[in-house]
């Protein structure tokens, strides 16, 4: 009798207090404040939701769209997922409410913006998932708000611009994930005042150049992923500036143009303590022409001296060049000399006669 009280207890049940009035539709568990309102093909969020709930599941639905009213006076909500709907639209002022957030999940939507003030009310939201959506930009106001921010996902979206400094109110960011998306240059300020970053991927984009000061505030990174980009060619001192205890780099699957100028930076990268490039010996050659396919690792050592005895061919050819100019412009000097020599003795030999 005790255990199966004590199993009771413990196991998760219904709302059975008609106060909670649990929605149509909607699982209420007691024991854990969690409504779940799953894969119902609910149209909208449910109406009168116990002010008690911690944990809102409304995944798998037909949502379209977020109105100011859809959390209204839900002080206690500490997980939101909304993830695999349709969501369109997120209307202003619709998490006003949510204070005490710490999850909000929007993946596998239909969002193509978010609206300027989207991070209001979300002051102790840790982790945002918005991937595979259809953002196309991300500015300062819309996550301005996000100070407690830990994890920001907007991966596989088609991002085309980050504006400058979006991420400035993100102070206690760790996880910031943009790979699959649509960037074609890194430029400085992205990532100010990120100095608690520790997790940065930029792969699967279409990166072709990056600023020499974009990494510069970045002081915690530990993983950089610049993978399958449009990458031909880097600036060690866009690592340099990395400082940081130890951070690792991946670059692979970008078109490099294997010459002595990559080398050489490869060759700085490696020999500073705290960067280690994790895929070196999977880097291969998209030109020149002759190194296509070639693994960079195994021609590298062959550049700088196949461009050593190319300059030093160079300047011995053009060093001949000049020994020869100056050897004949001194023999046409001579012969002039002699010429004038003999018209003068010739002259003497007249008057003489």
Known sequence: MLQSLILLMLSPRLFTNPLHNCPELCLCYDSSNLVECRNQNLLSVPHHLPHSTWMLDLRYNNLSRLEPSSFHALWSLRILLLSDNRIELVSPRSFRSLGFLERLDLSNNLLSTLPLDFSRGLVSLRELKVPSNRLLALSYESLQHLESLEKLDVSRNFL???????FRGLSRLRHLHLQYNFLNSIRGGYFFMLQNLEFLDLSNNNI?????????????????SLSENQLNHLKFKTFINLQTPSTHIQVSGNPWVCDCDLQRVFGKISSVRHLHIDDYYNLT????????????ESVDNQLCVAETATVLVITITVLVTV???????????????????????GQFETQEK
């Open 160 to 166: 085309v611009t980050v504006e400058q400094g979006a």
């Open 208 to 224: 072709s150049s990056i600023a020499v000061e974009s990494f510069t505030s970045l002081h915690s990174l530990r993983l950089l």
């Open 285 to 296: 050659c998209a030109g020149p022409p002759q190194l296509s396919g070639a693994a960079l």
């Open 323 to 345: 020994i020869a100019a100056i050897v004949m412009a001194e023999r046409n000097r001579k012969k002039s000399q002699d010429k004038n020599w003999n018209e003068v003795d």
